[in-house]
């Protein structure tokens, strides 16, 4: 048999007819249809800026970005469900985002990209952090202790 071998095909769906033809020029009238979709390569998340491994501060800013020039971003709180930081839409660039009035203890982050054409990331990037409580001043034996609140966090001197 023959073989039909294409490249450089690009992105989306592609179909061809295929029609045997005999010696005497008969042409078959059913022939075969085959189609397939070239997918792009999947997107990577690039992480830029995150919290530090340790922190005080209850607000969380991330800057992320994508190997593809259209992506949506998805991100997964300390395992709550999927959510969109700018809702369900294309962004091109740099996306910068702020998760507001996190508690106090451990925080793990998971980002995934989608492209424009669906494709998603398939490993998410995931990054941990703990909040605690950062002191203005160390405490002083037999001092009155008094709260304050700085970003949601108590902080005691």
């Known amino acids: 048999g023959?073989?039909?071998?294409?490249?450089?095909l690009?992105?989306?769906?592609h179909q061809v007819e295929i029609r045997a033809v005999d010696s005497a020029g008969n042409v078959d009238p059913l022939g075969v249809t085959v189609s397939w979709v070239v997918r792009p390569t999947a997107p990577k998340t690039s992480l830029a800026r995150a919290p530090p491994h340790l922190t005080c501060h209850v607000n969380a800013t991330f800057k992320v970005g994508c190997s593809?020039?259209?992506?949506m971003m998805e991100?997964?709180?300390d395992n709550q469900g999927w959510k969109w930081p700018v809702g369900r839409r294309l962004v091109r660039g740099a996306l910068l985002f702020t998760l507001p009035n996190l508690g106090l203890g451990q925080h793990s982050i998971q980002l995934r990209a989608t492209d424009s054409s669906?494709?998603?990331?398939?490993?998410?990037?995931?990054?941990?952090w703990q909040i605690g409580v950062c002191w203005s001043e160390?405490?002083?034996m037999g001092k009155q202790i008094k709260t304050k609140k700085n970003e949601g966090v108590e902080l005691i001197s």
């Open 2 to 8: 023959n073989t039909l071998s294409v490249s450089n």
């Open 138 to 140: 160390p405490p002083i």
């Open 75 to 77: 991100y997964k709180l």
């Open 118 to 128: 669906g494709t998603r990331e398939a490993q998410p990037v995931t990054l941990k």
């Open 68 to 71: 593809q020039s259209q992506y």
């Open 10 to 13: 690009r992105e989306g769906p």
